[in-house]
Structures are given as structure tokens and as C-alpha cells.
């Protein structure tokens, strides 16, 4: 196996990737927090963390991919009694809809994605061993974690003890030993529908406990790789980092990797795309427009770390980028290899990859690729596309390559009328109809690709 690096946020270096268990690795990234529909932003950790997987499976590595959703939160009452429904109504409602929307991706699922409302002994349990550790207090049905009580506290975001502000505001203020200390347990307050017994009171989870639980429930603890946007540094990811050092006595993870935010305004700007903010664009919302492999184009032309501005423009390009691929592979021979002169390119394109996971690196190489594939093309020279499929597969843009992927008859008028009606359902923003509709064709053996130039059907298998 090739070595591979990544960036530690808490070291602020490039890390060898040494897995806990050797020839496995472990990723646990975070999920959303189910009290609306996501936005495209919401999207790009899941589509990083899902590539990086891919890359990882390449490389030989047997990859448990972790994806939670919390469906206990403050956001979720306060939405749910907006709505007049039940918070847990709501909390299904909106993950039924994460499911599909982030189905569409055609990525696949994470090997798990636990949730809130199903892991609550754990929490329980590594509360209560903060508490007979010291690490944490019971106060009024509240149960707060002793900042102060974790010497390493500030290494994941690098910032003094004293400069943190937990954005907890007054609630719990005066229950707290520290106004630094933050919520484990939070007591059930008037209007709170969903909450639990526990022995220091009815009530429900803090936001930062839960992901310590379910991350050490399905990987343990030491895992290798904690992923989230960059934005959950802090409080979130420091917070989950101290309390399993304080409640384990060892590092939650070996190496935090942190993503970019989505941006936009005026050439894409520098606000980051946000339901706080309003300036969101929800994710089928996106698809339907641009198609899903530009979308995918989009997020691997910038590298993960960074922001990357979102708009027409840039995902105009991606479309020219997709546009591009399937133009070079109809002059391809499908099933031959590359010319062995050309191997360099898919080596380059790889140690991008290792590379911190260098996406436009990657990119670049396979573009470089295309331009000596055609060039040799022109001379009349045979050129395979077996090499482009295994690099384009990685990223996820090989489905662009199946440009003969149709059945040879076609697909038959009833499968055009429920392509028609999941369009017109869908330019209605009725994606329970257009989902239901996209699962009927599926049913039928076809697959719906959306792009640029609208929809098609696609024999699946």
C-alpha cells in the first residue's frame, strides 16, 4: 500500500495514515441535524468522506464509514412546534428526506448511520463515567462537563481556554461551576415532547455527547479518521474530543480532518452557505438543475480544505467538465487498456490523491490524460478506456463514461410516461411523488440519470 497523508487539524500537519487496526480504517463523519431539508452545503462532507472511502477501498483498505443523524436537538423542538407536530414526526420526517435526497448522489450509503433517538444507553453510560471521573457534575436534572477538569482542552482548535464561548447564552447559566462548562444532559423543559429517564433526571442529550457515544459504539475508541465541516471545530468537535479523553482516558480519533464551507453572494462571495443565513439552495433543488455528476465535478474541483464558491458559473463549468469526459470516451475502446506509455498519467493521478486527498490534483491528471488520449486518437491510434474508468471511478464521474449504458431498445413508453410525470414532479418540488416515481422505474430496471440536458433513462445493472 502507497502511503497516504492526510491533514490533522489538531496537529495542523500532514499525518501518515497508520490505521488503529491494520489494513482496516475507520471514519466517522458528521451528519445533519434533521429539522429541514439539507442544502448543497449540507452535501459536500458527504461527498468528500463518501470519495475518500472509494479511494481507501482502491488503496486495499477495508473502510467502515460512519454517518450520524441527530434527530434530538434544540433546533428540532423549536421547528417541530412551529410546524405543530411532534418533534419526533418532524425528526422523520426530515431524515426520510435526507435518505433520498442524498441517495441521489449515487454514492451509495455509509455503512452506518446511527442516530440519537437509538443510542441513548450509550450516552447515558459515558455520561455517567464522566461523572464518577470527576469530569462532570449533575445539577438539577442538568449534567455539565468540567472544561477545566481536561488539561488538553483547546488543542483541536487551537484557542485559550479562556477565549471559548460554548454558545449555550444564559441557558443553564446559573446550575453552571464555570460559565465555560457545557450541557451533557439537558432537563426536560416545558413544550420538549421527546426525552428519556436517566439518573440524574428526565430529560435528553447535549448536542456534543452524542457524537462521542455513537462514534465509539460502532468503532471504538482511537478510530482513525473524525470528519465534519470546519465550522464544527469548535464547540462540537472539541467538546467530543475532551469527553472521551476525560470519560476514556484516551483520543476519540487519531487524525480530525475538516472540510470547507460552501460559499456565496456575488461571484460566489465569502458568506457561508447556511439556513441561519438564508442564502441556501436545497440539494434536489441543485441536482435537478445541474445534474448530478457536475455536482460531483463541482465539489472535486476545489480541494477539500478550502471553501469553495457556489453559483451558476462555476457549476456551469462543471457541466463542461462532464460534457468534456463523455465526449473523450465515445472516442475510447471500451474494455482496452491504456498504452503503457500512458501509465504515468493514472500514477500521478493516484499520488494526488495520497496526497491530502488532492482532488483537483486528481482532476488535472485525468484531463491531461484525455488531451493524450485524443491527441493519439487524431494519429489513429487505438487507445483503451480501462485506465480512465478505474481514476474516474474513484471520484465517482465513471457513470459519465456509460454513454452506451441504454438498453438497445429503449426504454418502452410506459417507462418515458413515469420518466415525464417524475419531471413534472419535480418541477413542482414534489419530491415525495418524483422519489416515489424514481422508485418505480427502478423496479422496472431503469435508472434515472439527471443532467444538464434533462433526464434519462439508463438500464440498470
Not at 465509539?216 to 471545530?233: K, S
Not at 417507462?415 to 414534489?430: C, F, G, H, M
Request: proline content about 4%; hydrophobic content about 40%.
Amino acid at each position: 500500500m502507497r502511503e497516504i497523508r492526510l491533514h490533522d487539524t489538531r496537529t495542523a500537519s500532514l499525518r501518515a495514515l497508520e490505521p488503529r487496526d491494520p489494513g482496516k480504517v475507520g471514519i466517522y463523519a458528521c451528519g445533519p441535524t434533521v429539522y429541514a431539508r439539507i442544502h448543497v452545503g449540507n452535501a459536500r462532507p458527504y461527498v468528500v468522506f463518501s470519495l475518500l472511502k472509494r479511494f481507501l477501498q482502491h488503496e486495499g483498505y477495508d473502510v467502515t464509514f460512519v454517518a450520524n443523524i441527530t434527530d434530538v436537538n434544540d433546533k428540532i423542538y423549536a421547528a417541530a412546534q412551529q410546524a405543530g407536530v411532534s418533534s419526533e414526526h418532524l425528526a422523520a420526517e426530515m431524515t426520510a428526506h435526507y435518505v433520498a435526497d442524498t441517495d441521489a448522489l449515487g454514492l451509495g450509503r455509509p455503512d452506518h448511520e446511527p442516530r440519537v433517538v437509538d443510542s441513548i444507553d450509550g450516552i447515558v453510560g459515558l455520561i455517567q463515567a464522566l461523572i464518577d471521573r470527576g469530569a462532570a457534575y449533575a445539577a438539577e436534572g442538568d449534567v455539565y462537563f468540567r472544561v477545566r477538569s481536561d488539561p488538553g482542552y483547546g488543542n483541536l482548535s487551537h484557542r485559550h481556554v479562556d477565549d471559548m464561548n460554548q454558545g449555550e447564552g444564559g441557558d443553564g447559566l446559573h446550575l453552571k461551576e464555570d460559565p465555560l462548562d457545557f450541557a451533557l444532559w439537558k432537563a426536560q423543559k416545558p413544550g420538549e415532547d421527546t426525552a428519556w429517564d436517566a439518573p440524574w433526571g428526565r430529560g435528553r442529550p447535549g448536542w456534543h455527547i452524542e457524537c462521542s457515544a455513537m462514534a465509539e459504539e460502532l468503532l471504538g475508541v482511537g478510530f482513525d479518521i473524525h470528519g465534519g465541516g470546519n465550522d464544527l471545530i469548535f464547540p462540537h468537535h472539541e467538546n467530543e474530543a475532551a469527553q472521551t479523553r476525560a470519560g476514556r482516558g484516551a483520543e476519540l480519533a487519531q487524525i480530525w480532518m475538516h472540510n470547507g464551507m460552501l460559499q456565496t453572494g456575488p461571484a460566489g462571495g465569502d458568506e457561508k452557505m447556511a439556513k441561519s443565513v438564508g442564502n441556501i439552495a436545497l440539494l434536489p433543488e441543485v441536482l435537478a438543475q445541474y445534474g448530478r455528476d457536475a455536482l460531483i465535478a463541482f465539489f472535486c474541483s476545489a480541494h477539500y480544505r478550502q471553501p469553495i464558491s457556489f453559483g451558476d458559473d462555476a457549476l456551469t463549468q462543471a457541466q463542461a467538465t462532464v460534457r468534456r469526459l463523455r465526449e473523450a470516451a465515445r472516442r475510447l475502446e471500451v474494455g482496452a487498456p491504456t498504452p503503457p506509455d500512458m501509465r504515468g498519467l493514472k500514477t500521478r493521478f493516484f499520488a494526488a490523491l495520497a496526497d491530502d486527498f488532492k482532488t483537483p490534483e486528481a482532476l488535472a491528471a485525468v484531463f491531461d490524460w484525455v488531451r493524450e488520449a485524443n491527441r493519439r486518437a487524431d494519429a489513429g491510434e487505438r487507445v483503451g478506456d480501462a485506465d480512465l474508468r478505474e481514476m474516474l471511478s474513484v471520484l465517482a464521474l465513471d457513470t459519465v463514461l456509460e454513454i452506451d449504458g441504454a438498453d438497445a431498445t429503449g426504454p418502452d413508453e410506459e417507462a418515458r410516461t413515469l420518466l415525464e410525470a417524475r419531471q413534472a414532479a419535480r418541477a413542482a418540488k414534489d419530491w415525495a411523488a418524483a422519489d416515489r416515481l424514481r422508485d418505480e422505474l427502478a423496479a422496472r430496471g431503469w435508472t434515472v440519470r439527471d443532467g444538464a440536458d434533462g433526464a434519462e433513462l439508463v438500464r440498470a445493472g
